[in-house]
Nanobody, 118 residues
Framework: QGQLVESGGGLVQPGGSLGLSCAAS????????MGWYRQAPRKQRDWVAS???????YYADSVKGRFTISRDNANNTVYLQMNSLKPEDTAVYYC????????????WGKGTLVTVSS
């Protein structure tokens, strides 16, 4: 597995929006399903959203209707558009291949911190 670099995090007020990016230095990026995960302080890392190689998307109930995952295979990048943000969305956000995560072979990037606060 190559490198994953997440970016786009920051401080945003409740109800605001933020867009995250994840650049992958992987060969054959287009053949990988991709997902976003997040880890809040003192909590485990949780799955947020996934997009398959064919563009089918899945979302955790907590973000459904507010977050949108997309991908750009030409640029080896996956995105997460986050709208109507809530304080409980505060976390470090990571991207990875869900299959690699499930089998315990995922190599994680540094993530990007999203803080939702007034």
């Amino acid at each position: 597995q190559g490198q994953l670099v997440e970016s786009g995090g920051g401080l945003v007020q409740p109800g605001g929006s933020l867009g995250l990016s994840c650049a992958a230095s992987w060969s054959f990026f287009s053949t990988h399903d991709m997902g976003w995960y997040r880890q809040a302080p003192r909590k485990q890392r949780d799955w947020v959203a996934s997009i398959t190689t064919s563009g089918i998307t899945y979302y955790a109930d907590s973000v459904k209707g507010r977050f949108t995952i997309s991908r750009d295979n030409a640029n080896n990048t996956v995105y997460l558009q986050m709208n109507s943000l809530k304080p409980e969305d505060t976390a470090v956000y990571y991207c990875n291949d869900p299959t690699m995560v499930q089998v315990g072979m995922a190599s994680w990037g540094k993530g990007t911190l999203v803080t939702v606060s007034s």
